[in-house]
Nanobody
């Protein structure tokens, strides 16, 4: 199984980025999807979650600015991030889970300049 995260980069405060997480060799629809982030010197933080049925939950820091979505046919999940702030700077990783089976993608760096 491969889980590929992409879409990070450098953006000015107030800007937007869309992260993608694409899986291979699995039935993606069976899995829940989470986006995590970890900033230097800080603990990893759950940013957004989407269930198999499409229900969404967000960290307070992400509510109103970030949107998680999924395209099961394309084996891909997305994290649309708007109104980015310097404190959103972190490595963002996707995580999928089905029962006791889970996979992590490699991180993608998001840097927001002030």
């Amino acid at each position: 199984v491969q889980l590929q995260a992409s879409g990070g980069g450098l953006v000015q405060a107030g800007g937007s980025l869309r992260l993608s997480c694409t899986a291979s060799e699995i039935t993606f629809a069976k899995y829940t999807v989470d986006w995590y982030r970890q900033a230097p010197g800080k603990q990893r933080e759950l940013v957004a979650h989407i269930s198999r049925g499409g229900s969404r939950d967000y960290a307070d820091s992400a509510k109103g600015r970030f949107t998680i979505s999924r395209d099961n046919a394309g084996n891909t999940a997305y994290l649309q991030m708007n109104s980015l702030k310097p404190e959103d700077t972190a490595v963002y990783s996707c995580h999928i889970k089905w029962g006791s089976v889970d996979y992590w993608g490699q991180g993608t760096q998001v840097t927001v300049s002030s």
